[in-house]
C-alpha cells in the first residue's frame, strides 16, 4: 500500500506562449483549473499505475478545496486521512510556456495545518510505501519520517522544493529523489558532490537524481544506475517529477527491483510530458506497459 502524507492544491494553469518576467504582464492563451499539489499528484499517479492509494493532508472550507480534491476522488484514493483546516485551500498559479517549461509559486494555506497523526501507526508498517514531499510543514514530515521508520515502512522522500530538513530525518528515508536544483541545494547544505553518487555517500539512503531531458542517475550500495531519457515531443513538463515519484514509489510498493521501477517511472514520466496539465496529464498502468513495449 502506498501511504501519501503531503499537498493538495487547486492548481491555475496559465497557457502562455512564453513565461513572463519580472514587472511584465502578457496576455495567457487559455486558463485551467486542476487539481494539483505534488502529494496530491503522486498520490494520483500511484493510483493510476494500479497501486492502492491513502491520502493525508488538508484542504480549507472553500470553493478551491473540490478542484483540489477531484482528481484524487476520480483515481479512487483513499481520502479518509484527509481533513478540513481553517485556511485556504493550497493553490499555485502555474504559466507554462510554448516550450513545455513552467514557472510555479505556491501558497501552501491549509497544507501546512495537516499533521502528522492523521497518519496512524498501523498505516506505517512494512507493508506500506510512503510517500512524503516538502509542501507541508517541516517538522510534521520529520516526525512521521522518524515514526515510519520505527515502523518499518519504506520511506521515499522527494525533497521538492529544496527545504531544509532535519539531517536525522534525512537519513531515516530509503530514498531521497530530487532534481538538479535540489539536488544542488543539499550538496551546499552538506558539503559535498551534487550527483548521485556523492550525495549516497553523505547520507547513507539511496538518491535519485533526475536529469530533466537527460534522463536520472540513481546512487545505492550496490553502486550506480544511470537512466536514459525516453525520447519524446515535450508538450508540458508540469507534474512530471511528480509523475516519476508516484510510479516509482508503487513500482517499488509492488516488489520490483530498482533498475525496472526507476525505467517504469522514467517512462510514465516522459508520457506525462506529452499532454498539456497536471493530473490530467498523469498515465495508467496500460499507457506506461504499452510505452515500455
Ligand atoms: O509539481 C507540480 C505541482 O507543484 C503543481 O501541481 C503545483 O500545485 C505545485 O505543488
Not at 169 to 179: G, R, S, Y
Not at 223 to 235: M, N, W, Y
Not at 274 to 279: A, D, L, S
Amino acid at each position: 500500500m502506498i501511504v501519501v502524507f503531503g499537498s493538495i492544491n487547486a492548481d491555475l494553469i496559465f497557457v502562455m506562449q512564453h513565461l513572463p518576467q519580472p514587472g511584465q504582464t502578457l496576455l495567457a492563451q487559455e486558463l485551467r483549473i486542476e487539481a494539483g499539489g505534488k502529494g496530491a499528484n503522486q498520490a494520483v499517479a500511484a493510483a493510476r499505475d494500479g497501486a492502492e492509494v491513502v491520502m493525508a493532508g488538508a484542504v480549507g472550507a472553500d470553493n478551491l478545496a473540490e478542484s483540489g480534491l477531484a482528481g484524487l476522488r476520480g483515481a479512487g484514493v483513499d481520502l479518509s486521512r484527509v481533513v478540513p483546516a481553517d485556511a485556504a485551500t493550497g493553490c499555485a498559479s502555474i504559466c507554462t510556456d510554448a516550450a513545455g517549461r513552467n514557472q510555479i509559486a505556491v501558497a501552501p494555506g491549509a497544507n501546512l495545518l495537516a499533521r502528522e497523526r492523521q497518519v496512524e501507526d498501523g498505516l506505517l508498517g512494512p507493508g506500506t510505501t510512503l510517500l512524503v514531499q516538502m509542501e507541508t510543514e517541516g517538522q510534521e514530515t520529520e516526525r512521521l519520517i522518524l515514526r515510519a521508520r520505527s515502523h518499518g515502512a519504506r520511506i521515499l522522500l522527494n525533497l521538492a522544493p529544496a527545504l531544509p530538513l532535519a539531517l536525522q530525518a534525512l537519513q531515516a528515508t530509503d530514498l531521497l529523489v530530487i532534481n538538479e536544483d535540489e539536488a544542488a541545494c543539499l550538496a551546499n547544505r552538506l558539503g559535498s558532490g551534487v550527483d548521485a553518487g556523492a550525495l549516497h555517500a553523505a547520507l547513507g539512503v539511496t538518491v535519485i537524481r533526475t536529469l530533466g531531458g537527460e534522463g536520472a542517475e540513481a546512487a545505492d550500495n550496490d553502486g550506480l544506475i544511470r537512466l536514459p531519457a525516453s525520447p519524446v515531443e515535450v508538450v508540458d513538463t508540469t507534474g512530471a517529477g511528480d509523475c516519476f515519484v508516484g510510479v516509482l514509489g508503487a513500482a517499488l510498493d509492488k516488489g520490483i527491483a530498482l533498475a525496472q521501477a526507476l525505467r517504469r517511472a522514467g517512462t510514465a514520466a516522459a508520457l506525462s510530458c506529452t499532454r498539456r496539465g497536471t493530473q490530467s496529464s498523469l498515465p495508467t498502468a496500460a499507457e506506461i506497459d504499452a510505452a515500455l513495449g
